[in-house]
């Protein structure tokens, strides 16, 4: 194995490997690991324990979408949202090496070494030249409210280890990032304007979006907010003064001196998998001196996509799994008054049609020896047959309804189609779960 010895090989097949390689060459990112081994055993013990828990968060996503029932599903991803984008926040923290550091503590320090600057300076004046108790009281409550604002949060280390994670990223990243995050401070908040954004330096929006994302990485271990089914408008792409996008209410809007902060992210993914695309980008740039360029965007967005739809797809076969085994049921035992009417309902076909559609390529490149013509066909035979009688049997009495349900029930799982269903469901779950956790170069060719 060239460059590689046999007791470097586990590089190959890593974790590493697969959350940072990316369509590189596998021997020769392997090589770079090991470089790494050797150079900085803390910092290759660091960027191993980072892909670590990126990979967690994934299975973390993927296993909670396939094990909460339909019902509940919506709640959980809501919560699971803060959890992920909490997490993957947390890798900068790791990746920079900042160590937190409390107002209290940060004061005391800065007291010490004598640099506390201008505001401490002021502060010390106007107290000392203060008379009586009510005076001192609402000075002291200003200026260490501003010596906070101005002075710590400015100052303190890991909020400045996240402005220079993302201000250290190369101009094509930053120019992608600031085209899709758009930030907006103002006294109300569904009064957007683009063009503020737009005359913005760089550095302002560096220094806006590194700060948004310190304050998601605080604001989840400081804020329980519950799930509300009827305001879900933090998943509706839509039209703000001409801006694409979501209103992001995932976290609650802070208020820096008096104003609203309204975020629009204009992408259509989650806001933990653009922290991971930050975090990924900046470890293979800075650890792995792997020089991209924005092409590794689209190859990243591309791999996150697949992932994404392939286990809408699977979520969609266990479905339809679940309604085979209720028409079994309903066909070898005697109906309940209280029995569920899932049996009655529509196999689905609208995720596998999503995926072949949106990834054809990588199907045909990687999973051709699924049968999902075959599945395609079952699916839309037997819906047919369900559609014909819930329109014969629109206005039936229930128990009327009831007795001709079991003949259909007998007829469709007599169906060859139905055996080939069951069959191409285990086939297409055996060939797909496996490629969805294999590197990009897999994929992408």
Not at 98 to 120: C, I, P
Not at 203 to 211: G, H, I, L, T, V
Request: net charge neutral; glycine share 4%; with cysteine.
């Amino acid at each position: 194995m060239n460059g590689i010895n046999e007791k470097d090989s586990w590089l190959i097949h890593s974790v590493a490997h697969k959350i940072l390689c990316a369509r590189y060459d596998p021997i020769a990112f392997a090589v770079k690991l090991r470089d790494l081994k050797n150079a900085n055993q803390s910092r290759f013990e660091k960027l191993f324990g980072i892909c670590a828990r990126l990979e967690f968060i994934e299975q973390l996503r993927h296993t909670l979408s396939l094990a909460v029932s339909p019902k509940n599903l919506q709640a959980a991803l809501y919560q699971l949202d803060r959890l992920v984008t909490y997490l993957t926040t947390t890798c900068i923290d790791i990746a920079t090496g900042e160590r937190y550091q409390a107002y209290h503590e940060w004061l005391q320090q800065a007291y010490g070494v004598n640099s506390l600057g201008d505001n401490w300076k002021a502060a010390i004046e106007e107290l000392n030249e203060a008379e009586g108790d009510l005076e001192i009281a609402e000075l002291f409550i200003k200026w260490t409210s501003r010596i906070y604002e101005e002075d710590y949060q400015e100052k303190t280390s890991i909020r400045r280890a996240f402005k220079g994670f993302v201000c250290d990223m190369p101009n094509w990243f930053r120019k992608w990032l600031f085209k899709e995050y758009i930030i907006e401070y103002s006294d109300n908040p569904f009064a957007l304007r683009k063009r503020e954004w737009g005359k913005l330096t760089d550095e302002e929006k560096c220094k806006r979006n590194a700060f948004y994302l310190y304050d998601l990485r605080n604001l989840y271990t400081h804020t329980v907010i519950h799930y509300q089914p009827m305001d879900s408008t933090q998943r509706f792409a839509r039209r703000t003064n001409g801006i694409d996008g979501y209103v992001s209410i995932l976290f609650p809007p802070l208020s820096p001196k008096g104003k609203h902060r309204t975020v629009i992210l204009r992408i259509g993914f989650d806001e933990s998998d653009i922290v991971r695309l930050l975090v990924v980008a900046w470890l293979r740039r800075n650890w792995l001196d792997i020089q991209d360029d924005e092409s590794f965007i689209q190859r990243y967005l591309d791999r996150t996509d697949y992932r994404r739809l392939g286990f809408e797809f699977l979520l969609e076969l266990k479905y339809n799994l679940k309604l085979v085994e209720e028409w079994c049921s309903n066909h070898l035992y005697a109906h309940s008054l209280n029995r569920s009417y899932l049996s009655e309902s529509k196999l689905e076909d609208t995720a596998a049609k999503k995926f072949i559609a949106k990834h054809e390529a990588v199907y045909h490149h990687t999973l051709g020896r699924i049968p999902i013509n075959t599945y395609l066909a079952s699916i839309e035979r037997i819906n047919l047959k369900i559609a014909e009688f819930n329109a014969q049997c629109a206005d039936y009495d229930w128990r009327i309804k009831a007795r001709e349900m079991d003949t259909l029930f007998s007829e469709i799982i007599k169906l060859p189609e139905a055996r080939q269903l069951i069959r191409c469901i285990e086939r297409i779950r055996q060939y797909l779960f496996p490629t969805l956790d294999v590197p990009y170069h897999y994929h992408y060719h």
